[in-house]
């Protein structure tokens, strides 16, 4: 299976860079931040590389005050936060497209069973699955993210990219998930202080748990 990861900034593509250094199945793309630049990238990734299965990977706030820095959100859905075209379609939906975006179940129950790995080189995985929305807003405050959840309650992450990839693997039918490193959690973050000291101190070790979840995936069980 050849497997495509985009990711939006430079910081993110270092990482997975080091974890999956010499992996032809692997394809890594940067492509920016933002829904337009993540769109973009993955249009190209898909006619140049012709992936089996596109991840958007890297990092996003948690939504949910239940999560810490370093577990990981599998979106079982995505939407977006910041899209409204009127009474005839829900909040976040694009008129003509679905409401939702929705992972392979497959998928989703795969990273799932990370959980039950013991931990390594000192990582124990902690993934759980929800909601993850996708907008045009860096959340660095609780008063935005708070905002967010007014709509979406149900929401786990909050990211720029994940469900405009979506759409686009949607439109082109490929396989699509979101497998995203929390790096802050907004309601108890203060002035983006978490976000900031995740990229100073935690992420080197962080995205060892993505190439976990690329091993499972191309496990026979899911090929």
């Known amino acids: 299976m050849k497997i ?17 250094s010499g992996r032809d199945d692997i394809v890594l793309q940067k492509c920016g931040i933002g829904k ?17 299965l596109i991840i958007s990977s890297g990092c996003a706030g948690g939504a949910d005050k239940n999560l810490n820095v370093m577990d990981v959100v599998v979106a079982s859905e995505c939407t977006y936060h910041d899209a409204y075209c009127g009474d005839n379609c829900e909040f976040g939906q694009i008129m003509g497209m679905p409401a939702r975006y929705k992972a392979p179940e497959e998928l989703v129950a795969k990273a799932l069973k990370l959980n039950e790995q013991p931990a390594e080189n000192g990582i124990k995985p902690h993934i759980v699955s929800g909601l993850t929305v996708s907008g045009e807003w860096f959340v660095d405050s609780k008063e935005k993210m708070q905002s967010i959840l007014d709509r979406f309650p149900d929401a786990k992450a909050v ?10 693997c949607y439109k ?3 396989p699509f998930v979101s497998f995203r490193v929390i790096s802050d959690v907004p309601l108890k973050d203060t002035k983006a202080s978490m976000y900031f000291d995740f990229w100073d101190r935690v992420a080197q070790d962080s995205f060892e748990v993505t190439k976990r979840f690329v091993e499972a995936v191309n496990s026979p069980s899911t090929k």
């Open 159 to 168: 990211d720029m990219e994940s469900c405009s990839i979506a759409q686009t």
């Open 36 to 52: 337009v630049n993540s769109a973009i990238g993955a249009v190209e990734m898909i006619k140049g590389e012709h992936p089996d």
């Open 172 to 174: 082109y039918n490929v």
């Open 4 to 20: 495509g990861i985009i990711v939006a900034m430079d910081k993110e593509f270092a990482q997975l860079e080091k974890v999956f």
